[in-house]
């Protein structure tokens, strides 16, 4: 992640910024799918690098477009929402995802029922697990395929207007802008 920031430092991404981002969640997902795959400690190790690698892609953009169309007064709650959404869902993905690697899918390793993803992912322990990482790499790469596709998403930045702030109007009497502070008495 540290490499890929450095890097979005440096490059700056596309305009329109959709175009750094979802591109950047699918090669996430595809590298979710491979990490999925590996048997190997190194191809794990240089998989999870690569997975790491365009998040800053993802983030950087993101909350630029979000800070671009959205009003500073409503920005903290929109950001906090967000934070809000995505820290309930990671016990949810615990909840689900521990007892059915722990419960289903590593129990089958080596049964009849696992003998077509055998060739795939091994027999070995953690073969039921990388199952689930290559569904759900799989998943967010189509989903964000899917997503791309659509030109709503592909056209947000140019057809959402951006947060513009009102300038603040000069009072009529004292030729003083309002909001502005007042002048030191003599």
Known sequence: MFVGGVLFGIWGGTRPRIHTILPALIFGGVMVM???????????AVVHFL???PLPAVNSPAMSILQAKTAPDMQGRVFAAIEMISMALMPL???IYAPLADRVLEPMVGTAAWAA??????NGAGAG???????AGGLMAVVCCVTYLMPSIRHMERDLPDHVADAPAPDAEAGVEVGAAPAPAA
Not at 34 to 44: D, Y
Not at 117 to 122: I, K, T
Not at 129 to 135: A, E, S
């Open 51 to 53: 997975t790491l690698f």
């Open 117 to 122: 993803f055998a060739p795939v992912l091994g």
């Open 93 to 95: 993905s615990y909840l």
């Open 129 to 135: 697990m990388g199952l689930l990482f290559v569904v």
């Open 34 to 44: 491979v990490f999925g795959l590996g048997q190997a400690l190194w191809v794990l």
